[in-house]
């Protein structure tokens, strides 16, 4: 066998290479003060840290795309995941170390950068189209150009960034896609979702679930009439609690959405409720850690974005972005609207206590041995 030579760690880790990208525009890190090439490597530290999210969540997209997904994948699936979300509240957590510059030291650089800026973080941009946002979701910077034109060369031409963002564009599907493929699939009510009765099974899980919602609704509206101090307050409550129980109705039933849509998106509904309900049952637990994972994930993402714009707002207040934005108005626009697991989240809103469901029909399918 033929021996490699010793392995050095500034040859593996390629430390001289890393440590010679600190020069900023002009090429010479000697020129840049403390502050500015801390910036630049909290920007550095953050883009390689979106590297590995990027990587997580490709694997787990190429293991849900399967179509069969067995428990080992699963587990697979969920570190992952898991793994993503600690890196995005990670990078979160760098703008602490922003947070070190103070307005003015900001400012005695900031000119050199227009019109850079986090907007054209490529890998961000991938991240956020790997999970499932489509361009139509997105918020406008406030210019004329669209997010991907950002990403040019200033003479129009596509700038690497823009390729990337590109191919990502083209690389379907995306996690969001792949997770409702996979919900698609979720047996309910004790038969495979190809089963000649699983239709009416969904029915009958639809139905029964929406009935006990009802009745749990009602047992706190008639708490409500007890504990409130006047008799205004009781029918506000009981008016919000009817509304809560007609919500998760149009919900179940699929009825804020299209005819065509209809079938399919009551389906993937039914399924996460499904799971989140009966995570006791065995072949359901991992299922369940998935989309607890995925809500993580997400709120992960909500927590960068908000903490991203109390940052930006300490360090330069509600100035015009380098990038052409409204600032901080923009960044907490994205937090409070980019959300790409809606039926995930929305499932938090409807779930019952474990004494007020609907006992499950066939639970032993769920078993190990049960859905072989
Ligand atoms: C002093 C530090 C920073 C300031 C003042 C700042 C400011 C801003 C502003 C104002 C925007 C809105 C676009 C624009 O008009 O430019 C923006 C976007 C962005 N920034 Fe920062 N930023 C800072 C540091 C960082 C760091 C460390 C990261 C980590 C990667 C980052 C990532 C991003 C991303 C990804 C966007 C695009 C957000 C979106 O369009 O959804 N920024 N930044």
Redesign the pocket.
């Known amino acids: 066998m033929s021996r490699r030579p010793p392995t050095t760690y500034w040859d593996y880790i390629k430390v001289e290479q890393l440590l010679g990208l600190q020069t900023g525009i002009d090429g010479d890190e000697s020129k840049l003060s403390n502050e500015e090439v801390l910036?630049i490597v909290?920007?550095q530290v953050?883009?390689l840290w979106?590297k590995l999210v990027i990587r997580e969540l490709v694997a787990v997209r190429d293991l849900l795309a399967a179509p069969f997904v067995p428990e080992q994948s699963l587990s697979d699936a969920v570190r992952r995941v898991r793994r993503a979300e600690l890196l995005v509240r990670k990078?979160a957590d760098?703008?602490e170390v922003?947070e070190t510059?103070t307005t003015r030291d900001?400012l005695a650089f900031?000119d050199k950068l227009s019109?850079a800026?986090?907007?054209?973080?490529a890998q961000?941009?991938e991240i956020?189209v790997l999970l499932g946002l489509e361009a139509s979701e997105r918020?406008p910077?406030?210019g004329e150009k669209s997010?991907l034109d950002a990403l040019r060369n200033h003479d129009g031409t596509p700038s690497p960034a823009y390729e990337r963002v590109v191919a990502r564009i083209e690389d379907r599907p995306t996690l969001k896609e792949a997770v409702q493929a996979w919900l698609l699939r979720t047996p309910i009510g004790g038969v495979p979702h190809d089963h000649p009765e699983a239709e009416a099974r969904l029915g009958a899980f639809v139905d029964g679930y929406i009935e006990a919602y009802r009745a749990y609704v009602g047992d706190l509206e008639a708490q409500a009439r007890v504990d409130a101090r006047t008799a205004e307050d009781a029918e506000r409550l009981a008016r919000r609690y009817r509304a809560e129980a007609d919500g998760v109705e149009r919900h179940l039933r699929g009825l804020d959405v299209s005819e065509e849509e209809r079938t399919r998106v009551v389906r993937i509904r039914a399924a996460v409720i499904f799971l989140e309900s009966y995570r006791e049952l065995p072949l359901l637990a991992w299922p369940r850690e998935l989309v607890d994972g995925l809500v993580a994930l997400e709120q992960a993402c909500v927590v960068f974005?908000q903490r991203?714009a109390r940052?930006?707002e300490r360090?330069?207040g509600r100035?015009?972005?380098?990038?052409?934005?409204?600032?901080?108005a923009?960044?907490d626009e994205?937090a409070l609207r980019?959300r790409v697991f809606g039926e995930l989240w929305a499932a938090r809103t409807m779930l019952l206590p474990r004494h007020r469901l609907p006992d499950v029909v066939d639970a032993t399918y769920y078993d190990f041995a049960g859905g072989q």
């Open positions: 910036f909290v920007h953050d883009e979106f990078v760098h703008f922003m510059l900001y900031r019109p800026s986090g907007f054209q973080s961000m941009r956020e918020i910077l406030g997010y974005r991203h940052m930006v360090i330069i100035r015009t972005g380098t990038g052409g934005s409204a600032g901080v923009y960044l994205t980019y």
